[in-house]
């Protein structure tokens, strides 16, 4: 039996990069798929494709994550396509880096709202369904800036800090139901996201990490499966850091 037979997963921002692969790790051990972007655009039609290849129900859905009402409907028509909701994982993420002296009111209020309200959105949305079903797995995609912080990234690191403690808040007031909550901690990850730092950056990044490599966005994946599933059944309220050790 896959470990997420019967299950169905839904993912934000995963058109491409790490929700992408999340989505076709989870495809992979039997759930069926429900996954939002901006937009559903070729890309997106080709990652639909490509998860439902692996022989899943697999659907895409234009949806802002970071507009309350958007959000709420998208859930409302995932569950009439699919059914149920068993696993969440909150995905969406932007950067819009700048020092604090030069960071603009719009830097602040986009980066927290995409990342950090986004996954508000999504779990008010998901909480009745899950509670209903006494069971279901949260996954919020966190950072290892979210913890150590990083300058330049104030609004980044404050979005990723957020949704760390958005988890366990969550972890609390759900685990009488069955509902887990967990953040994953991703390190330097090679995707778009960090395609655009310099040479380098990404040379100084690799210095402090112990495995002396950025991780791969299927590295991700297997945490966050291993959090979807049965597996972590007795996991809740934590952070788990994927980050080739660069935390310690
Ligand atoms: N790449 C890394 O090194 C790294 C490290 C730590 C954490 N993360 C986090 O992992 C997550 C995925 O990052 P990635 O590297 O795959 O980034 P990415 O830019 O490759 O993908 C992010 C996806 O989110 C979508 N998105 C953006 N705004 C959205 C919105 N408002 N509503 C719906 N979808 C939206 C984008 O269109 C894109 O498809 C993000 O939350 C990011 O902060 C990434």
């Known amino acids: 039996m896959k470990l997420l037979e019967g299950k169905v997963a839904v ?3 995963a058109a491409r990069g790490i929700g992408k692969a999340i989505a076709l790790k989870f495809a992979s051990e039997g759930a069926d798929i429900a996954f939002t972007d901006l937009a ?10 490509e998860i439902a290849a692996l022989g899943v129900r697999a659907k895409g859905y234009a949806s802002n994550a970071a507009n ?5 409907n998208v859930v409302a028509e995932i569950v009439k396509d699919f059914g149920r ?12 880096d700048g020092l604090m002296m030069r960071m603009t009111e719009q830097q602040w209020d986009m980066v927290i709202n995409v990342n950090l309200k986004s996954a508000f959105n999504f779990i008010h949305a998901v909480t009745p369904i899950m509670m209903r079903q006494k069971g279901g797995s949260i996954i919020n995609m966190a950072s290892v800036v979210g913890v150590s912080g990083n300058a330049g990234q104030c609004n980044y690191s404050a979005s990723k800090a957020g949704m760390i403690g958005l988890a366990k808040s969550i972890a609390k007031e759900l685990g009488s ?10 390190g330097f990850i090679i995707t778009d996201m960090t395609a655009a730092l310099s040479d380098e950056v990404k040379a100084e990044w690799a210095k402090q ?13 297997n ?15 934590q952070v788990i850091h994927c980050c080739g050790g660069m935390n310690m």
């Not at 139901?177 to 991703?186: H, L, Q, S, T, Y």
């Open 223 to 237: 945490v966050a499966t291993f959090l979807a599933s049965d597996l972590s059944s007795y996991v809740t309220g």
């Open 68 to 72: 309350f009402e958007e959000a709420h």
């Open 177 to 186: 139901r069955g509902v887990r909550a967990n953040a994953i901690a991703p």
């Open 40 to 49: 559903i655009d070729e890309n997106g039609k080709a990652t639909e494709q």
């Open 11 to 13: 993912i934000t921002g």
């Open 85 to 96: 909701i068993d696993i969440l994982v909150n995905n969406a993420g932007i950067t819009r």
């Open 209 to 221: 990490i112990p495995l002396r490599r950025g991780g791969t966005p299927e590295d991700v994946a």
